[in-house]
C-alpha cells in the first residue's frame, strides 16, 4: 500500500521556485509527523524540513531557513515544501517522510525514526 506520494520536482535555474506535494493516506496524515528530507549525489540523506500537522508546528535546517516554506492542507491530506531562490546546493533527489508513532521533535532531522517515505523528486537547479 502506496502511503506517501511525491510530485513537484525538476529543473529550474538558480533563482527560481519550485513547490513539492506529499500526498499521504489519511492514517499517515493524522499522525502529524511529517518532513521532507533531501539526498545530494554520493551524500548522505539529510533532513530539510518538519511539520507537526497537529498543530503547525515546523522545523527546518539552517541551509534552507527564510528560503523553504513547509506547509499543509489538511482537506487534501497532503504536505507542501515551497521553495525559493533556489541554488545548484539544492541539486538533490527529494523525499517525503512521516512518522506514525510519538516522536521528540528535537529529533526531526534524524531520518532513522521515520517509518513511511516517498519514493523521491528529483531537483535540479542550474547556474
Known amino acids: 500500500q502506496v502511503q506517501l506520494v511525491e510530485s513537484g520536482g525538476g529543473s529550474v535555474q538558480a533563482g527560481g521556485s519550485l513547490r513539492l506535494s506529499c500526498a499521504a493516506s489519511e492514517y499517515t496524515y493524522s499522525r502529524g509527523r511529517m518532513a521532507w528530507f533531501r539526498q545530494h549525489p554520493g551524500k548522505e540523506r539529510e533532513g530539510v524540513a518538519f511539520i507537526y500537522t497537529r498543530d503547525g508546528s515546523t522545523y527546518y535546517t539552517d541551509s534552507v531557513k527564510g528560503r523553504f516554506t513547509i506547509s499543509q492542507d489538511n482537506a487534501k491530506n497532503t504536505v507542501y515544501l515551497q521553495m525559493n531562490s533556489l541554488t545548484p546546493e539544492d541539486t538533490a533527489m527529494y523525499y517525503c517522510?512521516?512518522?506514525?508513532?510519538?516522536?521528540?521533535?528535537?529529533?526531526?532531522?534524524?531520518?532513522?525514526?521515520?517509518?513511511?517515505w516517498g519514493q523521491g523528486t528529483q531537483v535540479t537547479v542550474s547556474s
Open positions: 517522510a512521516a512518522r506514525t508513532s510519538p516522536m521528540y521533535g528535537g529529533d526531526w532531522y534524524l531520518e532513522t525514526l521515520y517509518n513511511i
